[in-house]
């Protein structure tokens, strides 16, 4: 697991005297735009001697606050993209105010900032009425450098890369097309494991379960070759998103993950599950010998799969 070096504000932070260097945006996905962004912050914040911070929000409405990254998962990121603190808003408090007043109140005062990045299509303000023009010319009154990064296309593609096309990738359960958005970091779960009915067990595939975290997208149901850290240990699986409706019919998502070669009980340990490739929707079984049939089948495609992409020899 990563080690967590950035400092997180929430609503407030010390003031800065020499300034900071600032990333806008809520950065869900961190997708290769969102990468750029930052990664121009870091430097130009090291090369003038300024604290490198990124702004985002909680609470934030846009597609019901239903999100690919959660702000744990993205701490993760920043902290080894070298950001030394994010400042979290939350969105309800700031949410009226003028777009004037967002930038003379948290970017100037709060932030001190000297430098500030966005994307090309950043809105601030009441009702989303400030735009990339206006922040420009808010900088340039008060002597702060705007730097709009322009948006990411992939190689050969004239597509650009956004949250969106990262939410519709995962939802078609496409987990290669979103770690091409992302720059080859895969779309992942982690949380406690939780105990079962140990179902998996008794037909010969024990499984490590954990629930999908509140506000979390729910991944194509189905089932996927996986990566598993517990801890700094990493090992491969395959991992079932969904209802499980051959042995419970549940009523709640699970994450639901056999790790190769590996037979221990880790019940409230903490475990990261990353989605490398989609092997088949979810289905009902007519039994559960058709089910074991299945999953068998199942893991020899995923074995042939890292095999094949030199993961494992």
Known sequence: MTEKTVK????????????????????DGMHLGHQDIIRKMVKYAKGNGLRSTVQTFSGFPKDDGICLTTLNERIDILSEMGVDEMLVIDFDRIKDLEPEEFFNDILRIRLNARLI???????????????????????????VIVKIVKEKCLPGEDIKISSTRMKEAIL?????RFMEYSGGRPFLYEGTVIEGKKLGR????????MKIPEKKIVAAKGVYVSRIYIGKTMF??????????TVEDSNVDLVETN????????????????????????????SVEELVEEVSKNKIQAKTYLTESGMIS
Not at 9 to 27: I, K, N, Q, S, W
Not at 202 to 209: A, R, W
């Open 117 to 143: 990045l966005s994307g090309e299509d950043y809105r601030f303000g009441k009702g989303a009425k400030g735009d990339r023009e206006l922040l420009r010319k808010l900088g340039a009154e008060d002597d």
């Open 172 to 176: 078609s359960g496409d987990a290669e």
């Open 236 to 245: 491969y699986g395959v991992t079932n998103i969904g209802l499980r409706p």
């Open 202 to 209: 008794e037909i010969g595939f024990p499984t490590v379960n």
């Open 259 to 286: 790790i190769f070669d590996f037979d221990e009980e880790i019940y409230g340990a903490f475990i990261r599950v990353e989605l490398l490739k989609f092997l088949r929707p979810e289905k009902a079984f007519g």
């Open 8 to 27: 997180v504000h929430l609503d407030t932070l010390e003031f800065m005297p020499y300034g900071r260097a600032v990333a806008l945006g809520f950065f």
